[in-house]
């Protein structure tokens, strides 16, 4: 970024170090080292070029732990809540989802003070922005931010980041990086390609911004860019930010013109796959980068426009309208947004005021897309909802969620509480609902939904639907924008505590002009099982659920608490094998204390996630974790003669 906006993304760490760490296979600063050899802690990883190159999975122990495990799922695009979306045009949000970038556990810790956004249905590419002078300079996103991210279908893309040299910036950096070997390979290059598949993202972000370099160098850039492409899957991107010039100068455009076009294409081929066009972009810059791409070939719709909230959120002045042209269908570029964590990291750690930012930022001040309106004392903001349609990974069954967004004080299965205290895995995040919220009341209720972690049937938290409701007053809440089809066993299935309440299913089905309403059957106290069998509705395409709930008595503060919703059949989800060839690698701390680092081989079957349970001072087991993973790393563990028994469960659907 810019040189104003660099000084923020390093995120207060120390960059007068300019000596790299020591090479080693496994690169670390001397502080992480220090702490693993202690503690036996992965770390997420982070390199500098000349320790990438002597990388592999098979001499990095932490590598098992820092691998995604959820394929990138089917994005769904949903029906316009409102008239001012476009359906032309990305949103691609550039943020610092892990503090620092060294010092991060691979998955997750025992702490809720942590960044979890829960708000992907305007997201189309996720960029894990991280890197610095006195850490490393090219950082993967870590294991559980690649499955929070592929669970919502939102690809997501590692750092690659050359800083201005003021802010400890190296030219051997840049020029190991487009150095080619005696075969005419780039080593470095290669190895990143080899990160991304074996750690299972989608591709990097590349951030040039040191200085000192000849147009030669420029094009040796562009060399090592067209070489990632023949390299590289079909699905994985290379994207490029506005900063080099061919004349190999920093010259930061805001647009994309003559000067930086090489970097995005060449003779009507991708040499990248999309260009963050810097922050100093004005209406006239925009407009010329539409045409210019136009006439070589590229869509306007791999051009980001940068739009840098990390200050000031949703009090950030903004041009919406050079990008969003009110007169107009279609947008001029596509988004970028640098740093929306903003919505995190301004509310210092409190959960309260972090989602109310986070619910304003993305869908405005009434928090219902279908009615954009400023955010009370912003300048322009009517949230992003105002802006495209919302998205969802629901495209094929099964679909399971306990609406947990990855952290909480507690865990609970089925409504039994087997663990307390602070965690975090966000791959352990389900899918939340896709429209924040769109709901109507009838009949005199006035009922508000929220996501909250005072109650979970699984997890550590659920929709809840709150406030005052009378007799016979209805409630519809639309949940999930969906492209499924229905199959002779499929069945739907919902967790609800609270009385005084009844529930059908809504279903919008493709071609329907109408929605379906469903009668559910209850059974059971407590978390009170709705079902219904969809069979009637085989070989329909879903596109839409919705709730309808119908109190039955007046309450000034009725709450409803959704635990859990399914819709599968037995076809999706079947039985989970034994997990088998579980290791423990046990290590004493100076507390003496022992924490272990556990692996196992993925278990058979549709499983959803692994409980990780210890043999305990009583004979008892203990859950101590969770993850989708097949690695996990667990702290203060009880031993016998200094082995921990450890069993992991394999969960499915």
């Known amino acids: 970024m810019k040189k104003t906006k660099m000084v923020a993304a390093l995120l207060s760490v120390t960059l007068l170090t300019s000596l790299a760490p020591p090479l080693n296979a496994q690169a670390m600063t001397a502080e992480d080292k220090e702490a693993q050899a202690k503690t036996g802690q992965p770390f997420a990883s982070y390199w500098f070029p000349d320790e990438l190159v002597k990388w592999s ?16 799922k089917k994005r769904v695009v949903s029906a316009k809540s409102n008239a001012t979306q476009k359906s032309q045009g990305e949103l691609m949000s550039l943020d610092i989802i892990n503090e620092h970038t060294a010092g991060t556990p691979s998955q997750g810790f025992k702490s809720v003070k942590v ?15 991280a890197g610095s002078s006195g850490e490393g300079i090219i950082i993967p996103p870590s294991a559980d931010t690649i499955d929070m991210a592929h669970k919502n279908g939102v690809p997501v893309l590692g750092t690659v980041f050359f800083p201005p040299n003021v802010y400890g910036g190296k030219p051997e950096w840049v020029k190991q990086f487009i150095t080619k070997d005696a075969n005419g390979r780039y080593p470095v290059a290669d190895k990143l390609l080899e990160v991304a598949n074996y750690y299972g993202f989608d591709g990097w972000f590349i951030n040039q911004e040191t200085t000192g370099f000849t147009a030669a160098d420029a094009t040796a850039m562009q060399d090592v860019l067209k070489y990632m492409q023949t390299k590289k899957k079909a699905n994985q991107q290379i994207i490029w930010y506005d900063s080099m010039t061919t004349t190999g100068e920093i010259d930061w455009q805001g647009a994309l013109n003559e000067k930086n076009s090489p970097f995005l294409t060449q003779n009507k081929k991708a040499v990248s796959n999309g260009m963050f066009v810097d922050f100093r972009w004005n209406p006239n810059r925009l407009v010329t980068s539409n045409q210019n791409a136009a006439a070589l070939g590229v869509s306007p719709y791999k051009l980001y426009a940068g739009v840098d909230v990390q200050s000031n959120g949703y009090n950030s002045n903004v041009n919406w309208n050079a990008i969003f042209p009110p007169a107009s269908s279609a947008p001029i570029v596509s988004l970028g947004l640098y740093i929306p964590g903003w919505v995190y990291y301004s509310s210092n750690h409190n959960q309260t005021e972090f989602t109310n930012k986070e619910n304003k930022f993305w869908n405005g001040n009434k928090v219902d897309p279908r009615y954009p309106e400023n955010v009370t004392g912003a300048k322009d903001w009517q949230g992003i909802a105002a802006y495209y349609p919302e998205k969802s990974g629901i495209s094929a069954l099964p679909l399971k969620t306990n609406f947990n967004t990855g952290k909480g004080t507690f865990f609970n299965k089925n409504g039994v509480r087997l663990q307390t205290g602070e965690w975090n895995q966000r791959g352990m995040q389900d899918v939340m609902p896709t429209y924040r919220f769109i709901l109507d009341n009838t009949g005199g209720n006035k009922l508000a939904a929220s996501i909250t972690s005072g109650d979970a049937y699984t997890g ?10 009378v007799k016979n007053g209805t409630t519809t809440t639309k949940l999930f924008a969906t492209d499924i089809k229905v199959k002779r066993d499929t069945t739907f299935s919902m967790k609800v505590k609270g009385s005084n309440a009844t529930h059908k299913l809504v279903l919008q089905f493709a071609g329907d002009k109408v929605p379906r309403k469903v009668l559910l059957k209850a059974s059971g106290t407590g978390w009170v099982n709705w079902t219904t069998t969809l069979s009637p509705y085989y070989g329909k395409t879903i596109k839409e659920i919705s709730l309808e709930t119908t109190t039955t008595a007046a309450q000034t503060n009725a709450k409803i608490n959704i635990g859990e919703i399914a819709l599968q059949g037995f076809s999706d989800a079947g039985p989970v094998g034994v997990v088998q060839n579980i290791k423990v690698t046990e290590k004493v701390t100076p507390e003496r204390k022992t924490n272990a680092r556990i692996t196992w081989n993925t278990a058979i079957g549709h499983v959803r996630y692994y409980e990780i349970y210890q043999k305990n001072s009583k004979g008892a087991q203990e859950l101590i974790g969770t993850t989708p993973s097949t690695a996990f790393f667990a702290t203060d563990v009880y031993t016998v003669n200094g082995k921990a028994q450890i069993t992991v469960k394999a969960v499915g659907y």
């Open 57 to 72: 999975p098979q001499n990095d122990p932490d590598a098992p732990f820092n691998k995604g495990t959820i394929p990138l």
């Open 460 to 469: 550590a938290s659920s929709l809840l639907l709150s406030g005052n409701a």
């Open 115 to 129: 960044y979890n956004p829960t708000q992907w249905q305007y997201v189309d590419v996720l960029v894990a922005w």
